[in-house]
């Protein structure tokens, strides 16, 4: 069984940063893939980042050149620096991690960005 726990999550104007992080704890075999993903009231959870076990990245069109996911292998912990924030990245983030055949998905923290 995994846990994790997402932090950082708040309010910040437009134009301001925030840097989430997602610590996982319990079992933990092979953490595979870890990623952000992010759902806005009424609409559905959308990816904004992911990185594998090899530090390789891939955003969502809305993330790129803003954001940067990272990953602390030793700390099993991952990272989301947020720059240049705009009203429309308003929502709940949540991490997700991939491990072996499991995945597991943290409770969210919560993003407003305020116009």
């Known amino acids: 069984q995994v846990q994790l726990v997402e932090s950082g999550g708040g309010l910040v104007q437009t134009g301001g940063s925030l840097r989430l992080s997602c610590a996982a704890s319990?079992?933990?075999?092979?953490?595979?893939?870890m990623g952000w993903y992010r759902q806005a009231p009424g609409k559905q959870r959308e990816l904004v980042a992911t990185?594998?076990?090899?530090?390789?990245?891939n955003y969502a069109d809305s993330a790129k050149g803003r954001f940067t996911i990272s990953r602390d292998n030793a700390k099993n912990t991952m990272y989301l620096q947020m720059n240049s924030l705009k009203p429309e990245d308003t929502a709940l983030y949540y991490c997700?991690?991939?491990?072996?055949?499991?995945?597991?998905w943290g409770q969210g923290t919560q993003v407003t960005v305020s116009s």
């Open positions: 997700r991690v991939v491990a072996g055949a499991y995945f597991y």
């Open positions: 990185i594998t076990s090899s530090d390789s990245t």
């Open positions: 319990g079992t933990i075999f092979r953490i595979n893939l």
